[in-house]
């Protein structure tokens, strides 16, 4: 018995030394991010933007795998803010999540909060963006997590690095443009440029000087870390004259695949690897739309950034020589996106939950309500008077206003919130064919949905032809989940799950569900707290696209939400 003590005891004290040791390496990253006013000139015009720290985009920031970040968000600006940090897994911390009204009431105009958190086994590319109304607009920026000190990547190491934010630019103030929209109930206007890096490119007008380059050498294997952050648009994306080679996705490594074509929704990271093996010169990269919604307005602008080859001959005086473009797929090539997103694998095989707790099945699409009682018609200019709106099985997502949903639930706070969020569509239909007009209008309302600490859960994410179908990028807070499948029509649970791959799966945090179709995932509530689940197309957030989990609390300590930290903004 003593000797089983003195082999416990021993391997206690072990466990603290390797505990102490990897603390020891860890690194705590302090910023402070100040919101504030910037005049900002594109497209030959000059607007007072909302930017972090004076910069559009704002910083990035750079860390390993283990270490932590404290960031101070101090609010100079005329709007109310909060800063989510897209992707990171948050374990107990969800109140440094930073969705408005769900994880904390937001950043007044004058006030300021810490967001303290830790990166836990992740690696690669993720971002940080605003997620109060339409800020995210101007105010996002990267994050990338390298491996471990003394880890490498599952590839070569890289000669060089780039980064490459896509992003989209109004002529006009976007906070404007999304009021008109909730005053109107119609579509917002589209926007006028998609950016790289906050750059517009050559093709548009008053942009050449700006215009980003990511320089190379001859002969280099590069990677380039690639974030769609354009607030309602999927993008294609793709260099003249070269392939690409995905490694990851979503801050996790996957199996590589060449491709030349890359299509990012909003809110999807893609890290490719580069080969500089093309005559010297320089060549485009390109982005424009993949537009699914038949007949919806969209932006049909190309942006364009400058592959660089440092020997390019240099054109006589006077001359100018365009950089070679790329063709890109037609704006509603489904076929491609459809080929690129099931292109994905993890590394090798994968632990996807396989005894279900949770079966769910989510509804996802547009709706449009009635004009209400006594509006007027200026308020109704959606299609034959109506409002546009979005919902999940029915239910129009609304956001609380005098207490976030994480604060209501962890101090048991009444009536913030109801927790009858269905479990599937009230009403069975033909989802993606014609739907009747009676199941046009949802139901608004916060309701969540409860899962237990360690429930094993999987979603039929279904796309619906309501109005118009579309490609919809489902983001879910807090998580990563493996996409186990994906296909036309709708799920048929008695054929599609042949087509589940519980192998080698790859994981993500924003799922593409693709127009007049569905997707699966899966995933362990393994994180307590509430999280957001909602289209990363900002305009069908805004319309109600989404609503949260409660993931209850676990049994020991490393099982439960950490204390809401005392700087926590109040309503």
């Not at 000797?3 to 603290?16: T, V």
């Not at 930073?98 to 690669?124: L, N």
């Not at 491609?336 to 590394?347: E, H, N, Y």
């Not at 519980?502 to 995932?521: E, F």
């Amino acid at each position: 018995m003593e000797k089983k003590s003195s082999i416990f005891l021993l391997f206690g004290l072990l466990l603290l030394f390797a505990n102490a040791v990897s603390l020891g390496n860890a690194v705590v990253h302090s910023h402070q991010f100040v919101i504030q006013a910037t005049p900002v000139k594109r497209l030959c015009n000059t607007h007072s933007t909302i930017t972090v720290n004076g910069q559009y985009p704002g910083p990035t920031l750079e860390v390993n795998n283990g270490d932590s970040l404290e960031i101070k968000v101090i609010n100079k600006a005329q709007y109310n803010v909060t800063i989510h940090w897209h992707g990171i897994r948050q374990m107990r911390t969800a109140w440094s999540d930073g969705p408005e009204f769900v994880t904390q009431c937001p950043i007044r105009p004058g006030g300021s909060y810490t967001y303290r958190f830790t990166i836990q086994g992740q690696e690669g590319t993720l971002w940080w963006h605003a997620h109060s109304s339409w800020l995210r607009a101007t105010v996002y920026g990267g994050l990338i997590i390298r491996p471990k000190e003394g880890d490498s990547y599952p590839f070569p190491k890289p000669k060089r690095e780039s980064l490459l934010l896509l992003g989209e630019w109004w002529d006009a103030n976007p906070m404007d443009v999304v009021r008109e929209a909730t005053r109107t109930g119609a579509t917002p206007n589209v926007s006028d440029a998609f950016t790289i890096n906050g750059q517009p490119g050559d093709l548009l007008k008053c942009s050449s000087n700006g215009t980003t380059i990511v320089p190379v050498d001859s002969g280099e294997t590069n990677l380039i870390r690639v974030v769609n952050s354009a607030l309602n648009q999927q993008l294609f994306l793709t260099i003249a004259n070269h392939k690409l080679t995905v490694v990851g996705a979503d801050a996790s490594y996957v199996k590589p695949f060449t491709t030349s074509v890359l299509m990012l929704g909003p809110g999807q990271t893609t890290d490719v690897l580069i080969t500089t093996d093309q005559p010297p010169a320089r060549y485009y990269i390109a982005a424009r739309a993949y537009a699914s919604a038949q007949g919806a307005p969209f932006d049909n602008t190309t942006t364009t950034a400058i592959l660089e080859y440092k020997t390019a001959p240099c054109p006589a005086k006077g001359v100018s020589i365009k950089p070679i473009l790329p063709s890109l797929p037609a704006f509603n090539d489904t076929a491609t996106a459809t080929a690129f997103g099931k292109s994905f694998r993890s590394p090798r095989k994968v632990p996807v939950p396989t005894d279900i707790d949770e079966s769910l099945f989510f509804a996802v699409g547009l709706g449009l309500q009635n004009c209400p009682p006594g509006a007027s018609s200026q308020n109704c200019q959606g299609p034959n008077g109506t409002r546009f709106t979005a919902s999940m099985n029915n239910v129009s997502f609304v956001l609380p206003s005098s207490f976030s949903l994480l604060q209501s639930h962890q101090q048991g706070i009444p009536g913030v919130f109801t927790t009858d969020f269905p479990a599937a569509p009230p009403v069975q239909f033909d989802y993606t064919g014609n739907v009747s007009r009676s199941l046009w209008q949802p139901v608004r309302g916060t309701k969540v949905y409860k899962l237990k600490y360690g429930a094993r859960v999987q979603i039929v994410l279904q796309g619906t032809s309501i109005f118009t179908a579309e490609n919809h990028p489902i983001h879910l807070h807090g998580y990563d989940f493996y996409i186990i499948a994906e296909g036309f029509g709708n799920f048929n649970p008695k054929t599609d799950t042949a087509k589940f791959n519980l192998v080698d799966p790859p994981l993500r945090n924003t799922a593409s569900v693709p127009v007049q179709g569905w997707t699966v995932i899966r995933f362990v509530a393994d994180n307590p707290g509430v999280w957001l689940l909602h289209c990363h197309l900002d305009v069908h957030i805004t319309w109600g696209l989404a609503m949260s989990f409660i993931v209850e609390d676990g049994a020991g300590l490393l099982e439960k939400l950490e204390e809401a930290p005392a700087d926590l903004p109040i309503c």
